[in-house]
């Protein structure tokens, strides 16, 4: 349960200041430098798992609640494909290392100002897919309740203003969701730790649901203006009961951000 809990999450300005090192989770307390453990969630998760269910049309059903993949939150080089490394130009190189390390420079993560992560930066709280036939939509509980759309019909417009989150469409590839998207702005961190990426960011999604109780998700990453090539990203979540997104606020203020859970805080019995 999540009864009567208040999330203090201290924005990334605090999380790189309490971070020691790339890859390294400072103990009890949350990776994105919120005052909640991951391990909190540990106990939302589904115990049971059977076949993953299906819509009236035989697609599988991707709809649920949703846990962070903890190193979408922190470091995406810990979810890279096994034998791949992060391929960044030299300049893509330095500017993450200064925002490790430059005092000041982290301050610029978006997170700390209260804007959108992007893709595919995850928040360490839950996150919802509703699903229809035409239009399917990602509900983020962290980060003023951020959107995206996923459009089940037709291409990419032309001419497309930079978006936070970009111009997602999706399609099945029999049993898989794939997202393809671009027409990205240059302003989210990819992580907690920085790694940047420009606007010629294009991004291909592939979810899958094995079985009811997880998703499995693979990114593959091609933004020729800050990597020498291509890389491939593995993720899953596991889905969550009991529970539901909560109202979240955000002030813009680094060491101020605030979120509160309001209202019921559970739903149904544990």
Not at 63 to 83: E, T, V, Y
Not at 107 to 129: S, T, Y
Not at 178 to 199: A, I, L, M, S, Y
Request: proline content about 10%; aromatic content about 8%; charged content about 25%.
């Amino acid at each position: 349960m999540r009864k009567g809990l208040m999330r203090s999450t201290v924005a990334a300005v605090l999380l790189f200041s309490s971070t020691p090192a790339v890859g390294q989770e400072p103990q009890g307390v949350n990776p994105a430098g919120g005052g909640v453990p991951m391990t909190s969630l540990e106990h939302l998760k589904a115990k049971s798992s059977g076949p993953a269910p299906r819509t009236a049309d035989g697609k599988p059903d991707l709809s649920g609640l949703w846990g962070p993949d903890r190193n979408f939150i922190i470091d995406i080089s810990a979810a890279l494909k096994p034998g791949d490394k992060l391929p960044l130009q030299p300049w893509a190189l330095k500017l993450t290392e200064e925002r490790q390390s430059k005092p000041g420079a982290k301050q610029a993560d978006p997170k700390a100002n209260c804007l959108p992560d992007g893709v595919p930066r995850e928040d360490p709280f839950p996150w919802r897919i509703i699903q229809t036939p035409r239009l399917i939509v990602f509900l983020f509980e962290g980060n003023v309740h951020s959107y995206r759309q996923i459009f089940m019909d037709g291409g990419h417009p032309k001419d497309l203003d930079p978006l936070w989150y970009g111009d997602s469409r999706g399609r099945w590839e029999g049993d898989t969701l794939v997202v393809d998207t671009v027409g990205f702005n240059d302003r989210t961190w990819f992580d907690g730790v920085g790694h940047p990426h420009t606007e010629k960011l294009h991004v291909i999604e592939r979810y899958r649901r094995p079985d009811s109780a997880h998703l499995e998700f693979e990114v593959t990453i091609d933004d020729p203006g800050a990597y020498t090539r291509p890389f491939t990203l593995l993720g899953h979540s596991p889905l969550l009961v009991n529970t539901e997104i909560m109202e979240y606020f955000c002030a813009e203020n680094g060491a101020q951000d605030v979120s509160h859970m309001v209202g019921p805080a559970t739903f149904g019995k544990p």
